[in-house]
Every structure is written in structure tokens, then in C-alpha cells.
């Protein structure tokens, strides 16, 4: 069965860092596009940064550059999202996902919950 699970989030203060992570069982992450989400408390989901199969590139919203960074270790099956100098605004469950063959994201992970606040 094909799984994903994140993990890492947490309470941090306005300036602190987190970093998540993203778990698969029953595939390898290096063969998709992963990609990180998060949906806000009345807002849509958004996408959040995504790497391509076996680390080949990387995209970040504009609301997150230079803050997040989105990394892979294919010999752990695993993604992370390091975030820096967090605030508010980044106030969200986060997921992780996985892009199919057909380019939808088939795959998701239960959500961790990332809280700003001080």
C-alpha cells in the first residue's frame, strides 16, 4: 500500500525554523515529484515547494522563497522541508504528495500541524 506520512510540526515562535518531514512506504519518492502543501484555517490549500524525481529541481512560492528548502535523502525514502524565520502567515497543516504518471497528485500524507505564534 502506498503511504505517506509527515512529521515535524509543531508550536514555534515567530523567527523560529521547523523541519519537516515526509516519510513513503510501498514506493520510492525518488521516481515522483514530491511536493509540500498547506491549508490555512478558512483558506485554500496552497502549494508550498515541490522536487522532482530524483532531485533534479526544485520550485517555491514566492511567499516562502528564501525561507523554506525543500531537500531529498533517496538511501532514507525521504523529503523534507527545512523552514526558517517562520511567521504567522505559515500557519497551516502541511502535507506532502506525491505527482502520479498523469502529473495529479495522487498521494498524500494525514497532515502535520505548524503553528507561529508567540
Known amino acids: 500500500q502506498l503511504q505517506l506520512v509527515e512529521s515535524g510540526g509543531g508550536l514555534v515562535q515567530p523567527g523560529g525554523s521547523l523541519r519537516l518531514s515526509c516519510a513513503a512506504s510501498?514506493?520510492?519518492?525518488?521516481?515522483?515529484?514530491i511536493g509540500w502543501f498547506r491549508q490555512a484555517p478558512g483558506k485554500e490549500r496552497e502549494g508550498v515547494s515541490c522536487?522532482?524525481?530524483?532531485?533534479?529541481?526544485?520550485n517555491y512560492a514566492d511567499s516562502v522563497k528564501g525561507r523554506f528548502t525543500i531537500s531529498s535523502d533517496n538511501a532514507k525514502n525521504m523529503v523534507y522541508l527545512q523552514m526558517n524565520n517562520l511567521n504567522n502567515e505559515d500557519t497551516a497543516v502541511y502535507y506532502c504528495?506525491?505527482?502520479?504518471?498523469?502529473?495529479?497528485?495522487?498521494?498524500w500524507g494525514q497532515g502535520t500541524q505548524v503553528t507561529v505564534s508567540s
Open positions: 504528495a506525491a505527482l502520479d504518471y498523469r502529473s495529479v497528485w495522487t498521494y
Open positions: 522536487i522532482s524525481s530524483s532531485g533534479g529541481g526544485t
Open positions: 510501498g514506493f520510492t519518492l525518488a521516481y515522483y515529484t
